[in-house]
C-alpha cells in the first residue's frame, strides 16, 4: 500500500476526537506523530486516508479500536526514580507512617507503562518491608498497562535507580532477554494497575497520602487541568502530598493547596 499522508483537515479532526476522548490537548505540528502512530491501523483495516480511519473511530463499528487510538495517540515514555526529590520525600513520609504504624496510600495517577509506580513501591518496601501499604497505578492507556503489569524493561530505563534496588528489586535478563531486567513477582504483587481516565467521574478508590501527577497536565487545556486536579484532590486525605512534574504549576489551577517547594503540594 503506498504511504498515506495525514491532511490538515484530518489533523485537526485527530485534535479533536484525543481532546474529547482523553482531554488531551495535541499541539499543532503534531502531524508526523499522529501519522507515524496511526500508520499501521489504517494498513490494518485496508483504508485509504486518515479521514476513513476516523470514521470508522465514530462509527463505534469496531468499539475496541477506540482504546487502541487512545493508546496509540497518548503514549508516552518514562524511567525510573524520575525527578530525586519526591522519593526522598516518599522515603521521609514512609518513615513516619512506620514510626506511627500507620498503613501508608500512594496512587500514581497517570502511570504510564509503570516506571513510576514500581519505583514508589521499591521505596515503600524498603523503608516499610510487610507492613500495611499500597500502591496504585492507573493510566488511560490499556496498552502500556499490560506492560506494567509484566514489570519487563529495557536496562537503560534503570540508570537513575539506586544500585542497592536494581539488586534486590529486579531480574537481570540472560540469554535472548540480555540488557533487559524484570521487576520481581513479589513488588509486582504488592502493586495494583486499574485502567481510568482521569477526564471522567473517578471510582471508589478511598483516599492517599501522596498522589503522584506528573508530566501529564502539559497534554491539557486550562480548564481540563482544573477538573482533573480537583477529581485527584478530593481523594486526597488532610496533611497528604500532592507531587507534579518540575515544569509543571498549579498557579491558576488550584488553590486549595499550598506549595511546599517546587512542584510538592500538601493539603492542609
Not at 178 to 193: K, Y
Request: glycine share 6%.
Amino acid at each position: 500500500m503506498p504511504v498515506v499522508t495525514i491532511t490538515e483537515r484530518e489533523f485537526t479532526q485527530f485534535q479533536r476526537f484525543i481532546y474529547e476522548a482523553a482531554g488531551i490537548f495535541m499541539a499543532n505540528g503534531k502531524q508526523a506523530l499522529v501519522s507515524g502512530r496511526l500508520a499501521k491501523r489504517l494498513a490494518h483495516y485496508q483504508l485509504e486516508s486518515y479521514g476513513d480511519y476516523l470514521r470508522l473511530l465514530e462509527s463505534r463499528a469496531q468499539p475496541a479500536e477506540l482504546q487502541v487510538a487512545v493508546d496509540l495517540l497518548t503514549t508516552n515514555e518514562t524511567y525510573f526514580f524520575r525527578e530525586p526529590k519526591h522519593f526522598a520525600l516518599l522515603r521521609d513520609l514512609a518513615t513516619e507512617a512506620r514510626e506511627r504504624r500507620q498503613t501508608m496510600r500512594v496512587w500514581s495517577a497517570a502511570s504510564s507503562s509503570g516506571e513510576e509506580t514500581y519505583s514508589i513501591a521499591m521505596v515503600m518496601a524498603d523503608v516499610l518491608g510487610d507492613a500495611a501499604w499500597e500502591v496504585l497505578g492507573t493510566d488511560i492507556s490499556t496498552r502500556v498497562l499490560e506492560r506494567a503489569r509484566c514489570g519487563h524493561y529495557p536496562m537503560e530505563r534503570a540508570n537513575q535507580m539506586p544500585q542497592a534496588y536494581l539488586k534486590r528489586f529486579c531480574l537481570k535478563g540472560q540469554g535472548s532477554e540480555a540488557g533487559t531486567m524484570l521487576i520481581e513477582r513479589a513488588l509486582r504483587q504488592r502493586v495494583q494497575f486499574r485502567h481510568l481516565n482521569l477526564n471522567e467521574p473517578l471510582p471508589k478508590l478511598g483516599s492517599f497520602d501522596v498522589i503522584f501527577l506528573r508530566n501529564v497536565m502539559i497534554y491539557f487545556n486550562l480548564e481540563t487541568k482544573r477538573q482533573v486536579v480537583a477529581r485527584l484532590l478530593a481523594q486526597l486525605r488532610p496533611g497528604g502530598y500532592f507531587l507534579i512534574g518540575h515544569s509543571e504549576t498549579l498557579n491558576d489551577i488550584n488553590d486549595t493547596v499550598t506549595a511546599v517547594a517546587p512542584s510538592i503540594y500538601r493539603k492542609p
